[in-house]
């Protein structure tokens, strides 16, 4: 196609790929979300449906992309993570964080009505996004990790915030200058004692988050079970000593096939990210 004479301006263009052999990670949040659940009547501390249509948003981003792996969500945030060796949009910086912001933020407005089916949008919610690059399997850890304490210390507070404000009928001045002098614990032994409120029995939804994981199917597993041992087979390879499990069989290099290959699903859990177990039970998650 004959160019024109005005097409050097793209030369002004940057060319801003994230560093090679990196985990990509984009977060993005609720411009004003304290506002926003405001006028939109969210339930104090906790919406569930705002946290449902969250997660909903954070799937629909994940469909799009076969290339994130997991993401983690809280109030009005979620974090989504490539694969190291992702190579879409060749990685440009720009281009995945304004198309995961937007496909979650339209998403947020198309599935709206579905959980807040008697609650009309009010005006169209803004999310703001970043990303960040971390270099070792440990960063990003601690980053998902941090991010989970952050859910906790916030939901602590805010579980003890509502109580003193809408059970003790305390004013929200007197309330936050109250917490503010409490350690954790003390926010602990008060919803004990004063409002009988275990908090480790509050839903693990609200103290853990939202996790979307990434999974091989179930039949993906056999197959590569069943692949893995006729291999062994040819090889000659006693199978009494060598156990093959399926952490095992996806453990390797299989990984690459795990993402390239469609069926994989998404499953959403609501648990702790921050200990070993979760990670153990998924060895293709890390590198
Ligand atoms: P900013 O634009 O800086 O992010 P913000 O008002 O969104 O400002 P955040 O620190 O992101 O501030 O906090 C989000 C706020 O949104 C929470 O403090 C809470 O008031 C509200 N919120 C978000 N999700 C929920 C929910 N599921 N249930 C109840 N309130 C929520
Ligand atoms: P990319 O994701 O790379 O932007 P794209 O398919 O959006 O891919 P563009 O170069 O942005 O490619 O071109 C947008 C295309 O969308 C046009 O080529 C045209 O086919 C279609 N399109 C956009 N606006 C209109 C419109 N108003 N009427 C008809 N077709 C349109
Ligand atoms: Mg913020
Ligand atoms: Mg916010
Ligand atoms: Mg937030
Ligand atoms: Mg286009």
């Not at 109580?163 to 926010?187: F, H, I």
């Amino acid at each position: 196609m004959a160019k024109s004479r005005f097409e050097y301006v793209r030369s002004f263009e940057s060319f801003d790929a994230c560093l090679l052999n990196s985990w990509i990670v984009v977060r993005l949040d609720g411009r004003n979300f304290h506002r926003f659940s405001d006028h939109h009547q969210f339930a104090k501390p906790n919406d569930d449906q705002a946290l449902a249509l969250m997660a909903r948003c954070a799937k629909n981003v994940m469909k799009d992309f076969n290339d994130i792996i997991l993401s983690y969500g809280q109030s009005d945030e979620f974090s989504f993570v490539f694969r190291r060796e992702t190579e879409v949009f060749q990685r440009r910086s720009s281009k995945l964080l304004s198309t995961v912001v937007s496909l979650f933020t339209s998403s947020y407005v198309f599935f709206w009505s579905n959980h807040f089916s008697n609650t009309p949008l009010q005006y169209p919610p803004t999310f703001d996004g970043r990303i960040v690059l971390y270099p070792t399997d440990k960063n990003l850890r601690d980053y998902l990790s941090w991010r989970q304490a952050d859910c906790h210390i916030n939901n602590l507070h805010n579980t003890a915030y509502w109580k003193l404000v809408s059970e003790a009928g305390m004013s929200p001045n007197d309330a936050q200058t109250k917490l503010g002098k409490m350690l954790a614990n003390d926010k602990n032994e008060m919803l004990f004692s004063q409002f009988n409120t275990n908090y480790n029995n509050i839903p693990e939804l609200f103290r853990k988050g939202t996790v979307l994981v990434r999974e091989p199917q179930q039949s993906q597993l056999k197959k590569h079970d069943e692949l893995k041992k006729d291999d062994s087979k040819m090889n000659g390879d006693d199978q009494d000593t060598k156990v093959i499990t399926n952490s095992d069989s996806l453990a390797i290099k299989d990984k690459q096939i795990f993402y390239k290959n469609k069926s994989t699903i998404i499953n959403m859990l609501n648990t702790d990210i921050i200990g070993n177990k979760f990670w153990s039970e998924r060895p293709y998650l890390l590198t």
